[in-house]
């Protein structure tokens, strides 16, 4: 059975930082990634990588966020440097399995940014 557990949200000052964390079980996964859905706005991209390290972020986190992976864990994580208000809302992680092609989803953790 496939799972994907995200931790590491919480509540950050504006220009703090924040690291998240995403296991997956149950398979070996190519792509991992994080994705993030504020209220009343579709999911966007965050970040993904895959297993052999190449990344993608999505512009608006660019040079403040870094995706990085352990391979042996099946475990990502997400560096969250200089926040923003806007950076506030739900993130979740997935992984694609590189045996079914199935992307697995986690349940998402918040974060919030704010004074």
């Known amino acids: 059975q496939v799972q994907v557990v995200e931790s590491g949200g919480g509540l950050v000052q504006p220009g703090g930082s924040l690291r998240l964390s995403c296991a997956a079980s149950?398979?070996?996964?190519?792509?991992m990634g994080w994705y993030r859905q504020a209220p009343g706005k579709e999911r966007e991209l965050v970040a993904t990588?895959?297993?052999?390290?190449?990344?993608n972020y999505g512009d608006s986190v660019k040079g403040r966020f870094t995706i990085s992976r352990d391979n042996a864990k099946n475990t990502v994580y997400l560096q969250m440097n200089s926040l923003k208000p806007e950076d506030t809302a739900v993130y979740y992680c997935?992984?694609?399995?590189?045996?079914?092609?199935?992307?697995?989803w986690g349940q998402g953790t918040q974060v919030t940014v704010s004074s």
């Open positions: 990588i895959t297993s052999g390290g190449n990344t």
């Open positions: 997935n992984a694609r399995s590189s045996t079914t092609w199935i992307t697995y």
């Open positions: 149950g398979s070996i996964f190519n792509t």
